[in-house]
Every structure is written in structure tokens, then in C-alpha cells.
């Protein structure tokens, strides 16, 4: 049960972010030193638990947005190699705690921080990459980008009560999800790519513009994420396919499908998300009930929606190779599922 593009038909290629990659490849190189350098401590755990998931093969897709858009304005400092990895050790730090929260035993294919050294130690690990990313923060000398990203942190933190505050609720509305994705996942996205412009001193309408391009994205990426996880693959996901119907996790795929659903579905979703009746079959089933009612589908439509507003937002800025890359982010996010 598979809904993942097809690389080998030889028609339209999936979408890259090679170019990304390539523009940021020397300011990534600086960035992964000042990871590792700041990811040290004389207490060995530290250093260990954050190695194991910072090693783990992400994208570092976040920190590359932030340089990305800060040489879109022509940027010639370190600062922006500074937030790069400030942003990185947040959304590590965010995994730490959400691996927990979530009870999670497998991300990007290795067993989580918390099956190997404990709920404990990744919460803390998790608490000091969040200090350090605010000591780096502070050393770039821009009050306004570090206003920005404290402000994401705590938004994070509240996505994160507001999540606990409707999990299992079958009754959580599709504008609930949206502010709780909003604040979990996008708030670090718009942080990433308005901290560029800010200490490239763009003017106040081009931060804007890069603040609107990240939040959109951000949701664009989660949505597609929820769909992933009963049609995708644990490359794609970088955990189990299936883990938020195991973890009884209410996501937009969810909550159509209950909505629409005849009142024996309604009764299934209650019985596999409120008493966590998660075997395969159920899983099967599951899937089976979302394609019937389109769910799948209408999330990666809404995916497409958020996309088309993060393209719009970067419509009026000027022709360049990292407006171009940041433009294929979107098409890359969203080509992950068809």
C-alpha cells in the first residue's frame, strides 16, 4: 500500500533539492563543524546521545534554508553559519523531547535516544542542545533574530502541550490540527528562513516574504508527512510507516476519514486511536477507510494548497540561484507523495 513517486518510470523526475544543497554546501561544511563543536561536553552522555540522532542522516533541511535566504540578500558574515546551527539544535532538541512525548523506538531507521539511554537523558540532552543554540544565538549580535527564534522555541513548546491537549480526540477539528502543526512544525520553518533576510538588513516586506515561505512550507511539509504514514515509505518518513496510527496520533488523514466515515468507521477509529487497537490489520483497514473517503488524497491536496502559498510569497523577489532553490524546496516536499 504505497502512494511514493515512482523514480524508475522514466517520466517526470522527482522534484530536488540538489540545487540547495550544492548553493549551501560550503556554509553546511561550517555548520556541521560548529555542530559537533558545540555538541561537546566533558559529560560523556552528552555528547553521545546527541551524536547518535545528529549523525543519524537528516537533511539539515532548516539550517540550509537559513543560508540559503540570508545570501539571497547578499550576506557576507558568519551569522548566518551561527543561526544555521542554532536552528539545527533546536529541531534536534525537538526530536529529543518529541521521541519521549511520543514514546517512539525508531527514527530514520535506528532505535530512538530514548531506547538506548533512557526518557531521561534525552529530555536533558535535549535541554542543553537548546542552551546551546542560545549561546550561538546571542553571539551573532542581532537582537531581532534571536527575538525570532526564542519566539519559536516557546511556540514550539506550546505545539507541543496543544498536541497533548487533543491527542486521541476524535472530535479535534481540522483548524485545531492546522494550529497545532502550525505551531509545531512551521514555527521553525519560518524562523529558519526569516532570520536570513534579517541579518542581511532586507527590508521589513522581504523578511516578510521569507517568513510567509517557511511557515507555508513548513505546514505543507507536515501534511505530507501525515500522509506518509499510511502510504509512503520509512525513507520518505524517516521513521515507521504507521507509527502515528501505533502512537494513536489524530492527523489530518484521521480526522477526514472519521468525519466522513459511516458510524461502524467512526466506531473503528474509536476503538484504534481512544483504546489503541494498533495491529496491522488494523492498520490495513485504516488505510483501506481513508482511500474509500479520499482522506489521503485531500491532505496531499491541502499540502499543495500551502505550497502554492509558499511559492506566491517569494513571487515578487528578484531572480536569483537561491530563490530558484528555495522555490524546488517546495516541489521536493510535496513530490514525496503523489
Known amino acids: 500500500m504505497g502512494v511514493v513517486v515512482n523514480l524508475e518510470d522514466g517520466k517526470k523526475p522527482q522534484a530536488s533539492i540538489a540545487e540547495l544543497v550544492a548553493l549551501t554546501a560550503q556554509d ?64 534536534t532538541a525537538t526530536l529529543l523531547h518529541d521521541d519521549v512525548v511520543d514514546e517512539s523506538g525508531m527514527r ?35 537582537l531581532e533574530a ?7 522555541a516557546a511556540v514550539i513548546a506550546e505545539g507541543e502541550v496543544l498536541q497533548l491537549s487533543v491527542s486521541k480526540n476524535l472530535e479535534t477539528t481540522e483548524d485545531e490540527y492546522l494550529e497545532v ?61 504507521g507509527d502515528d496510527f ?20 467512526r466506531a473503528f477509529w474509536r476503538e484504534a486511536i481512544e483504546t489503541g487497537e494498533a495491529s496491522d490489520a488494523a492498520l490495513e483497514k485504516a488505510f483501506g477507510i481513508m482511500k474509500k473517503h479520499g482522506a489521503i488524497a485531500d491532505t496531499i491536496g491541502r499540502a499543495r494548497h500551502f505550497g502554492g502559498i509558499a511559492r506566491d510569497a517569494l513571487a515578487p523577489l528578484p531572480s536569483s540561484r537561491q530563490k530558484a532553490a528555495l522555490l524546488d524546496v517546495i516541489d521536493f516536499c510535496i513530490s514525496r507523495v503523489v
Do not use: C
Not at 125 to 138: H, I
Not at 200 to 206: E, G, K
Open 28 to 91: 553546511m561544511a561550517a555548520v556541521n563543524e560548529l555542530i559537533l563543536s558545540k555538541a561537546g561536553s566533558d559529560v560523556a552522555m552528552i555528547p553521545e546521545v546527541a551524536n547518535h540522532l545528529i549523525s543519524s542522516g537528516g537533511k539539515r533541511l532548516r539550517p540550509m534554508l537559513t543560508l540559503a535566504a540570508a545570501k539571497m540578500f547578499n550576506y557576507a558574515g558568519d551569522g548566518h553559519v551561527k543561526l544555521a546551527m542554532s536552528v539545527e539544535f533546536m529541531h
Open 246 to 265: 501505533r502512537e494513536g496520533k489524530v492527523t489530518l488523514p484521521v480526522i477526514l476519514s472519521y468525519r466522513r466515515g459511516t458510524e461502524e468507521e
Open 146 to 152: 534571536l527575538d525570532i527564534l526564542s519566539n519559536a
Open 181 to 241: 502543526i502550525k505551531a509545531k512544525t512551521a514555527a521553525l520553518f519560518s524562523a529558519a528562513a526569516e532570520v536570513g533576510p534579517v541579518i542581511a538588513n532586507a527590508s521589513r516586506s522581504d523578511r516578510a516574504a521569507l517568513r510567509s515561505y517557511g511557515t507555508n512550507l513548513g505546514l505543507a511539509f507536515q501534511l505530507v508527512d501525515d500522509a506518509l504514514d499510511y502510504g509512503g515509505s520509512s525513507k520518505d518518513l524517516g521513521k515507521n510507516v
Open 108 to 142: 530514520r531507521g535506528k532505535k530512538t535516544a530514548r531506547m538506548i539511554w533512557g526518557n531521561q537523558a534525552s529530555v536533558l540532552v535535549g535541554d542543553y542542545l537548546l542552551g546551546q543554540a542560545f549561546r550561538v544565538m546571542v553571539e551573532v549580535g542581532s
